[in-house]
């Protein structure tokens, strides 16, 4: 009788020893799950957040935008249907005088005859060329910014009459003060009578 009631106690005490146990793995899986629910709400309320802030701002990003006028002023387009084989033009673009220059095949074959190694800027007329015929460049000398002469100085191309800086056929550099080519600028041709400039 006895051993029957101390196994049946033990029984107990080991029934008592699980639920005590599946009480705490209910407890800590309620842990777990508050744990996450805590975390999406965190995790929801940075998104929504973050969507907030980024309306917020897209505007005042918007309003830094350039607006059509702006964008238009941004290119040119000029009509170079009326320029005769050695002439030139020079257009306004943002400000600064821009010259577009119809070379004659004697120009073409001066500018390409350098050798490069005598250019002070070395850089071969194809590359400043798209078409061999039409040279545009900005009309501004790189020593400060005067406005050159064409079909002057000593290489028959441009000359900068303020410190004397000879600029070859092709509008490199080749004599004076100024340290580089005259650059070119962004362009493409529309079509065979329109380039756009920027
Ligand atoms: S600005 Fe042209 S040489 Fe000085």
Request: charged share 25%.
């Amino acid at each position: 009788m006895c051993v029957i009631v101390a196994k049946k106690k033990s029984f107990l005490l080991i029934l008592n020893h699980i639920f005590k146990d599946n009480k705490q793995i209910i407890l800590l899986m309620s842990e777990e799950k508050k744990t996450k629910r805590r975390d999406f709400i965190f995790t929801a309320s940075y998104a929504l957040g973050a969507v907030g802030v980024a309306s917020a701002v897209w505007p005042l990003i918007d309003q830094m935008n350039p607006d059509a006028s702006v964008k238009a002023l941004a290119s040119t387009e000029v009509d170079i249907s009326g320029i005769d084989k050695g002439q030139s033009i020079t257009v306004l673009w943002r400000g600064k005088p821009v010259f577009i220059k119809r070379r004659t095949q004697e120009e073409i074959q001066k500018a390409r005859q350098v050798d490069l190694k005598e250019l002070p800027d070395p850089e071969k007329d194809e590359d400043r060329a798209k078409n061999p015929e039409w040279l545009v460049m900005l009309g501004m000398c790189t020593h400060l910014g005067c406005v050159p002469l064409g079909n002057k100085g000593e290489y028959d191309g441009w000359f900068c009459p303020c410190h004397g800086s000879h600029y070859d056929t092709s509008g490199r550099i080749r004599k004076g003060p100024a340290p580089t080519n005259l650059e070119v600028p962004k362009y493409e041709f529309i079509n065979k009578s329109t380039i756009k400039i920027g």
